[in-house]
T-cell receptor, first 109, second 113 residues
Framework: GENVEQHPSTLSVQEGDSAVIKCTYSDSASNYFPWYKQELGKGPQLIIDIRSNVGEKKDQRIAVTLNKTAKHFSLHITETQPEDSAVYFCATQYQKVTFGIGTKLQVIP | NAGVTQTPKFQVLKTGQSMTLQCAQDMNHEYMSWYRQDPGMGLRLIHYSVGAGITDQGEIPNGYNVSRSTTEDFPLRLLSAAPSQTSVYFC????????????FGPGTRLTVL
């Protein structure tokens, strides 16, 4: 089955700096790559996704890049703010969703 | 819309007890699933359903049963709880299987003593 590796597991940045989270996957047939944000005590929520026919997608301060040849994808958050502090999960999805282990991001004011 | 709802929010069980975690969605989604979240292990799929009357096993189905008699409800049953089932459980739904947004419930924190 699919295997998704995510790193780093924890990340601390100063407010205003950028944060990058990286994931690799094993199944070359995977075509859809969502990213979820989980705030303390809540369920995960989709923040951005990318399909395999696209190399990069942006939504305001967040962006995702995909390299299908290397089987890796990354989340980039620019101009980080304290409210970006959360756990972020990458995933691959078709019928089933396979998640990475999560990255705990702390933005220090 | 209430979205995906889960009850209870917290539950403490003794080893060997049984219980049902409830999940409901009001978005007319065909696809529903159950995950558990443990530190350092991300979210792991327990069972899923692609529509009423259809269920299938996920990555870690042992010790859990599900049924899907209606589109709205997807309960998760623990027949004989074990301490290894202490975890946070999330229910999720999406329109269909495939490339669309998955919506999560708020979770149930279960402790088995």
């Amino acid at each position: 089955g699919e295997n998704v590796e995510q790193h780093p597991s924890t990340l601390s940045v100063q407010e205003g700096d950028s944060a990058v989270i990286k994931c690799t996957y094993s199944d070359s047939a995977s075509n859809y790559f969502p990213w979820y944000k989980q705030e303390l005590g809540k369920g995960p929520q989709l923040i951005i996704d990318i399909r395999s026919n696209v190399g990069e997608k942006k939504d305001q301060r967040i962006a995702v890049t995909l390299n299908k040849t290397a089987k890796h994808f990354s989340l980039h958050i620019t101009e980080t703010q304290p409210e970006d502090s959360a756990v972020y999960f990458c995933a691959t999805q078709y019928q089933k969703v396979t998640f990475g282990i999560g990255t705990k991001l702390q933005v220090i004011p | 819309n209430a979205g995906v709802t889960q009850t209870p929010k917290f539950q403490v069980l003794k080893t060997g007890q049984s219980m049902t975690l409830q999940c409901a969605q009001d978005m007319n989604h065909e696809y529903m699933s159950w995950y558990r979240q443990d530190p350092g292990m991300g979210l792991r799929l327990i069972h899923y359903s692609v529509g009423a009357g259809i269920t299938d096993q996920g990555e870690i189905p042992n010790g859990y049963n599900v049924s899907r008699s209606t589109t709205e409800d997807f309960p998760l049953r623990l027949l004989s709880a074990a301490p290894s089932q202490t975890s946070v459980y999330f229910c999720a739904s999406r329109v269909t299987s495939g490339y669309n947004e998955q919506f999560f419930g708020p979770g149930t924190r279960l402790t088995v003593l």
